[in-house]
């Protein structure tokens, strides 16, 4: 008998959330053997491509085509499948067929645990509505009812990943992941981002803020030796059989 | 080499507070091979004997004997060791001896994890009392100035159980444990609880919904067969490597 | 001189929700003279009929029928009217006829207070969806430019019902039912919930815990026998001349 | 037979606090047969007599003299009796016998409800340790441990009066008690304190929002006339047969 | 070189919101030579107009006309110029094209500040979608890719105002502005809203109570004389390079 | 006629955490003519002295030496005067004569805004009640009755400066502070505190992060260039004629 992969599913607002945010969540679980697939809503063509717009002579179809491909190698390298929706940024709408797409993608990849943003952020309206998005079409994948006879999704755990400003966006991690093992694979993802270059070392910082504080969590006579770490915040409570 | 045994530590405001709000953990944990130690503050000689005081012809010495009985007997059956602080109880008050002892406690024990009391509860002042108290002593037994020389803890998590009226107390369980397999345990110590029996079925309703709940979070496609549960609440983030 | 008859109105997002959740008030009320109309936003026919739909042969008509038929038996049990919008769920959306249409109801019905669902539900977007309306429609038939020339409406008192996770939904109960003279007909409008039978027991708990802690906040000298209670959050201050 | 006589307690951190936060709630259960009993832990002989220090030749006892003179006058017009605790302010501090005073207070007025402090005030510590004072009074009256033999008390509802500056307390009324009937007697009252004069206008226009607030929440239609009222915060849940 | 003038923003859900809420900061600013601007969404012509309409004989163009000559008449005693959307109230709804003229009037205007509602009001739908809109016309204005090759904005500060109950809004002022200074034309605006007489007075306290406040928060030592204030709660951070 | 100077007081739980956590402040202060006093209530010596402690042969005496000795000559580079209360760590406590002589420190600096902990901080007890005390501290020394004749103080802000685990403590700056022109001397500062060395990086880090911050809260369009900054969070609301 064959044990089924294990899976797990990213949805990002724009075509460059996944890395900052997500990335070595990412890249260890794929090392873990997980096959992640990861959701683009837009490309985060008009809100995150400041960059490309002041080059001139720019199309949105140019920008997109940059983003595109910015994506596509970051998520090579995290060793991650990719699709894009393309339903557009600032201001990110979804309608009820999106939200169809989305609760498809969940009846598809059955994910064993999902990450989007966080439920508030006064900086950008796209990140809440990707996660209400994400957490709708999650319910819409598990009711029976919804294009009965095929196979519903369980529960799998949501989180938040970390916004840019986590104190304003009401975000408090109660998880945090060692990423030591693969930082060097999320620091290649994130030099994809050409476009956001002012971002490299600001994400840098936080991997390794976030290490920190995993060491502390951790406890200082502890063995491991934890330098880079991701923090999410969990929407559902954890089923275990274990405290510590 | 040998490996040391994995411990816990329960620290409970009166004497059957670890018995209705984490029998379950500690019987499910003695039976993965941790030894657990409770320590009980007071035996809720004033606040939580109403039926012994009814008697008639009681004075708080004989209350307290009753109550250690009973805690004994609830101790031994979830298979963990107690020992009691005796600090009285409505009101409880702790001053720096008290610290000071549960700090040698956390020392001796070198917890993996600790619960206690949630930090509000307005129907019951001792229980939040309790609960910083073993977190104040947590933070001196990490220090090094603290009996320097001494081997110090690292930082184990620590979880309120379940109090109460949990809405009231601003509780909210991000943790459902599922104690199906240690259950009839549980239920014979809460039987040692002679003078609460009101309390008995409703520990078993709380424990049966927790259980429907933890279920639900884990998806009803799951093969999981979960009937009684336990909820706790985290107090610092989990440190981990995987998200599933 | 005749004294019109008090009436309340009860918002239910699927068709058995208002069962489980405020079966009791609404028998309870009854009771006490009032009429108590229901509106049931959408039947449930996707996501909280998995029952019906495991059957096989099933299509969303015969879904539909069968709860709309089980919804009539348990509103008759209560003695309450009732009507169905069937806006559909999994995803339930709501245009401006429907507001304008529930506004209509508030306008017809006249009632003292309003029932509906917890404004933060992760399990279900059905939910909130159903109480913001039915703030919103509460809020459009108190405007004197709405309909000019109708009677518009006070500002009666809106609760939130319990939800299925009353912590997960930060959900807090401060108003706690007696049910427990009308708790029969409760159980048997339970009952009429084929499709649902897993919630029953769950339901009859939740039930016994509500009524437990009434009884605690009532004060254990109290003459008053409470055995059932369901629990509701208000969404505005209660204006009184008593504080007892 | 004769029915015992209902009975309220209001505990006050100062010797003014009650007029200000209270007065209406107090004369308006006094004109409805109930006896109200206050207790001021403190004359404010520091903190809120700063005019009286300010004519010179002051001594603390002095001040008390005048906070207790204008106390009682208040007290009286009101139709409350008044006891004082005396045991300072500025900073406020309670030992286990000022504690257990207040449970004896509880015990032999054995209150239907009770009204003090809101349990934040940055701009005042004592408030905030008069209301846990208060609660942690009532736990204690309630246990049969505690001076066995002695009638205990039930659970009588608690509110938080309001503060000074109320969003900065994050106090939030649930309750808006209609005192118009009464204001009359409150405005007396207010006019004993001959100290802090400038609260005068102030404290009536917090009657008079509070009563614009009421009417708003009874609904425009109603032929209720409201003009002044007080609001509370709930510290408990209401158990009640009734949701209109 | 021409230093450009200082210019404000303000939304406004309903034609008078902006006088009672923000008028003693229009007037202010004004007065420093700030160019303020006034965006009205809606007349209030179905949920604020309760007096025309009970004249009868009333249409809702005629409510509008009356609520339009009001506002102007009182936009000119502030100060400041003022358009409006028109796009309806009691519901209000924004579509995509308004949320991108909102945005437009954000680019023309490029505010130093931003004032509209409070994020949350049960009492009325409209202002919590005013604030949603005009936070997310600001970020689609700062973005290159919206409309490329025009000035973007830059991160202006954004201010909710006072709303009507604003504990239950769960409002909590952290500026309080003196508008000592104008408040006369402040009460001549606000008697310009013949409409709404009732709400003279009340805004005339409100604006009272936030002098004492803020006068208790500078200290009673302070030279400063305070009379009148208004409120406002920070959506961002401040920055800055003094703390005093 | 002499303006007198202007000042601030920082109150520091252990005698390093005023380096870390408002060196820039401290330092851009008195940049601008402030004289900034700083008051150390202990030496940090038990709890955050670690690497003294694995030295050997170490006795609290010596550590506290150590401490002092770094702590004087960060205040020294920073430009602050420095005062040690000595009061002890792990658990820190205050007795009412330590309030008195924090009050009369107020007195003496009459400060015009004052810096400590953050309200709640999980792994350290002692940061929450260095911030109680400072407040209740400030509440006496503002009471006429305290020390009558002399000069009371006004009504300086409050803040919390940042703590180590920023979500975890529930800390969300309002205030982000442009620290630029000071980083060398901050940096300096903190190359005094041999002892935890490895906090050097990780405030250099939360200095560059916030810095960013400040940046984007500010808008790009901005001329303003800031690298560093420093986040508060205000514990009453600011009193201004100017919202820009």
């Given at each position: 008998?064959?044990?089924?992969?294990?899976?797990?599913?990213?949805?990002?607002?724009?075509?460059?959330?996944?890395?900052?945010?997500?990335?070595?969540?990412?890249?260890?679980?794929?090392?873990?053997?997980?096959?992640?697939?990861?959701?683009?809503?837009?490309?985060?063509?008009?809100?995150?491509?400041?960059?490309?717009?002041?080059?001139?002579?720019?199309?949105?179809?140019?920008?997109?085509?940059?983003?595109?491909?910015?994506?596509?190698?970051?998520?090579?390298?995290?060793?991650?499948?990719?699709?894009?929706?393309?339903?557009?940024?600032?201001?990110?709408?979804?309608?009820?067929?999106?939200?169809?797409?989305?609760?498809?993608?969940?009846?598809?990849?059955?994910?064993?645990?999902?990450?989007?943003?966080?439920?508030?952020?006064?900086?950008?309206?796209?990140?809440?509505?990707?996660?209400?998005?994400?957490?709708?079409?999650?319910?819409?994948?598990?009711?029976?009812?919804?294009?009965?006879?095929?196979?519903?999704?369980?529960?799998?755990?949501?989180?938040?990943?970390?916004?840019?400003?986590?104190?304003?966006?009401?975000?408090?991690?109660?998880?945090l992941l060692d990423i030591t093992s693969v930082w060097d694979r999320k620091y290649a993802a994130i030099q994809c981002m050409a476009g956001q270059e002012?971002?490299?070392?600001?994400?840098?910082?936080?991997?390794?803020?976030?290490?920190?504080?995993?060491?502390?969590?951790?406890?200082?006579?502890?063995?491991?030796?934890?330098?880079?770490?991701?923090?999410?915040?969990?929407?559902?409570?954890?089923?275990?059989?274990?405290?510590?």
């Amino acid at each position: 008998m064959v044990t089924p992969q294990k899976t797990a599913l990213v949805v990002s607002a724009h075509s460059a959330d996944f890395v900052w945010r997500a990335g070595g969540s990412i890249a260890l679980h794929v090392s873990q053997g997980y096959a992640v697939h990861i959701v683009c809503l837009s490309f985060g063509e008009r809100g995150e491509s400041a960059k490309l717009w002041r080059k001139g002579e720019m199309t949105e179809d140019k920008v997109k085509d940059a983003r595109r491909t910015e994506a596509l190698a970051a998520a090579e390298i995290l060793g991650a499948t990719i699709e894009f929706f393309d339903i557009g940024d600032y201001p990110m709408r979804a309608d009820r067929e999106t939200l169809f797409r989305l609760a498809d993608v969940f009846r598809r990849v059955q994910p064993s645990f999902v990450l989007s943003h966080s439920l508030k952020d006064p900086y950008n309206y796209d990140h809440p509505l990707a996660m209400n998005l994400t957490q709708e079409a999650r319910i819409i994948a598990q009711a029976e009812g919804y294009r009965p006879g095929e196979k519903i999704v369980g529960a799998p755990p949501v989180y938040s990943f970390e916004p840019h400003q986590p104190e304003q966006c009401e975000w408090r991690p109660d998880v945090l992941l060692d990423i030591t093992s693969v930082w060097d694979r999320k620091y290649a993802a994130i030099q994809c981002m050409a476009g956001q270059e002012h971002l490299w070392e600001y994400y840098t910082r936080v991997a390794l803020q976030r290490g920190v504080q995993a060491k502390r969590n951790v406890g200082i006579t502890s063995a491991r030796d934890i330098v880079y770490g991701e923090g999410y915040q969990s929407i559902f409570p954890r089923v275990t059989e274990n405290l510590a």
